[in-house]
Nanobody
Framework: QARLVESGGGLVQPGGSLRLSCAAS????????IGWFRQAPGKEREGVSC????????RYTDSVKGRFTISRDNAKNTVYLQMNSLKPEDTAVYYC????????????WGQGTQVTVAS
């Protein structure tokens, strides 16, 4: 059974860092683009970052460029989102998703991990 599990969320002060992990089981991550999405209370879900399957090219939403880095470790079947210089507006539930290309539909979704940035 295909499954994605996020981890690494938590409470961090503004300016701090977290690394989210997205571990896959039941399928091989490197065949898919992997996206990170987030949803804050009362807001629509937004795409944060994505890493392609073909050439590991990456993309980021403007608000996280220069602060977040997405990467994959195919040997561990895991994708990471390194988040630095966190801001209160980064507070959200973060989800990873396996996609048919970074512009494609989500095929497998994780359950989400809460990130809270507060002093």
């Amino acid at each position: 059974q295909a499954r994605l599990v996020e981890s690494g969320g938590g409470l961090v002060q503004p300016g701090g860092s977290l690394r989210l992990s997205c571990a896959a089981s039941g399928f091989t991550l490197d065949y898919y683009a992997i996206g990170w999405f987030r949803q804050a209370p009362g807001k629509e879900r937004e795409g944060v970052s994505c890493i392609s399957s073909s050439d590991d090219s990456t993309r980021y939403t403007d608000s996280v460029k220069g602060r977040f880095t997405i990467s994959r470790d195919n040997a561990k079947n895991t994708v990471y989102l390194q988040m630095n210089s966190l801001k209160p507006e980064d507070t959200a539930v973060y989800y990873c998703v396996a996609q048919r290309g970074c512009s494609g539909p989500g095929l497998y979704w994780g359950q989400g991990t809460q990130v809270t940035v507060a002093s």
